[in-house]
Structure formats: C-alpha cells, structure tokens
C-alpha cells in the first residue's frame, strides 16, 4: 500500500521547536521529490518546503527561511521537516506529500498526500 505517514507534530510554547517525520511506504522515496504543506485554520493550504530526489536543492517559503530545515534519508524512506523559533503563525495541519520527479528542482503539485499532523503554537 502506497502511503506517507507523518509524525511529530504537537502543541509548543512560542520559540520552541519540533521535528516533523514522513514515513514512505508501498514506493521507492529516492524516485520522488518531496513537499511540506500546511493548513492553518480558516486559511487554504499553502506550500512550506520542499526537496528534490536526492536533496540537491530545496525551497522555503519566505515566512520560514532561517527557522526550517528540510531533510530526508532516502535509505530509511523518510524525510524531515525541522522547525526552530516556532511562531503562533506557524499553527495548522502539515501535510508531507510526494511526486515521482527527477528533475533538480521542485515541483508545484504532488499526487501522494499523507495524513496531516497537527502544529499548535501557544504560549
């Protein structure tokens, strides 16, 4: 069964940080590129980071430049989303997705879709 799993979301104090995972299963993860996106309540899903096939280039939108790191360990099938500085802003459901793409660059749509993991920032 094809499916991405993430974990490691919860709720942190303003400043704190956290440690998203997405576990690939039923695929190959090095053939895809992989995305991070987040709902924030009342608002449309928007796209956080993501990463190429073997991590040779990534993006980040600019409210989390210098905060987030995106990484993945395409021999342990999983990839990482880290969040430092946490901001109330960053509050909403991330969303780890996947597209089979080889090229050096990210995609703009993906067609794997996890679960969702649930980020509040709260003091």
């Known amino acids: 069964q094809v499916q991405l799993v993430e974990s490691g979301g919860g709720l942190v104090q303003p400043g704190g940080s956290l440690r998203l995972s997405c576990a690939a299963s039923?695929?190959?993860?090095?053939?895809?590129?992989i995305g991070w996106f987040r709902q924030a309540p009342g608002k449309e899903r928007e796209v956080v980071s993501c990463?190429?096939?073997?991590?040779?280039?990534?993006y980040f939108i600019t409210a989390v430049k210098g905060r987030f790191t995106i990484s993945r360990d395409n021999a342990k099938a999983t990839a990482y989303l880290q969040m430092n500085s946490l901001e109330p802003e960053d509050t909403g459901v991330y969303y780890c997705?996947?597209?089979?793409?080889?090229?050096?660059?990210?995609?703009?749509?993906?067609?794997?879709w996890g679960q969702g993991t649930q980020v509040i920032v709260s003091s």
């Open positions: 997705s996947a597209l089979r793409h080889e090229a050096t660059y990210c995609p703009e749509n993906y067609d794997l």
């Open positions: 039923g695929f190959i993860l090095d053939h895809y590129a």
């Open positions: 990463i190429t096939r073997w991590g040779d280039a990534s």
